[in-house]
């Protein structure tokens, strides 16, 4: 049974909580309301000392898959660090 | 190597800054293949674009090769910038101005221009 109600930005954030456990900001936005196009905010000391293409390389890492499978139609990625 | 991907090298090798998108600089087909267009033309930046959606394949080679899963890719002078968000991001904070000065030469503007280069037919 499909599953009622179900947000479409819950298994990203799952998954950015999974390789961000330590973040002090993460958030999954459905920017269109349509479930494919999302803004994603993720503030983590991973990020320190890395290049802002590193940055994002993490997140699309643990992105990979629904990036890979279509369910993120369009991704937009806003890093910070914590200090 | 693949011919497609030899290429897709290239072009990332050879054009000052190479924009893998969604459509062409005249038609652009997607929001962040445009968001990038404009970083690139606010910062006075030649832009050789190339279709993706040409062809599936580039698609597939491209990630291959540059590790960067989603379109629009912007190259300068061989390295990988990033999407749109940081083109954007480097746009508004000066950072992108610097780094076509450095990579192409203070003067890069005066070869500014903007051309498509299709991967089917042979460069």
Known sequence: MASIGRVPTQPLQNLLEQAFPDATELSVEDRTGGGDHFQVTVASPRFAGLALIDQHRLVNEALAEPLRDGTIHELRIKTKGTE | ?123
Do not use: H
């Open chain 2, 1 to 123: 190597m693949t011919e497609l991907r030899q290429r897709i090298q290239d072009v990332i090798e050879k054009e000052p800054v190479a924009v893998f998108m969604k459509g062409t600089p005249q038609f652009v087909m997607c929001g962040n293949s445009d968001r990038v267009l404009r970083a690139l033309r606010e910062a006075g930046a030649p832009v050789t674009g190339v279709d993706v959606l040409a062809d599936p394949a580039i698609r597939q080679e491209l990630s291959e090769i540059s590790g960067w899963p989603t379109i629009p890719q912007v190259f300068v002078k061989g390295e990988l910038i990033g999407g749109a968000d940081i083109t954007q991001e480097l746009a508004a904070s000066g950072e992108l101005t610097r780094v076509l000065e450095e990579k192409l030469g203070p003067d890069y503007r005066s070869s500014a221009g903007e051309r498509t280069v299709s991967l089917l037919t042979p460069a």
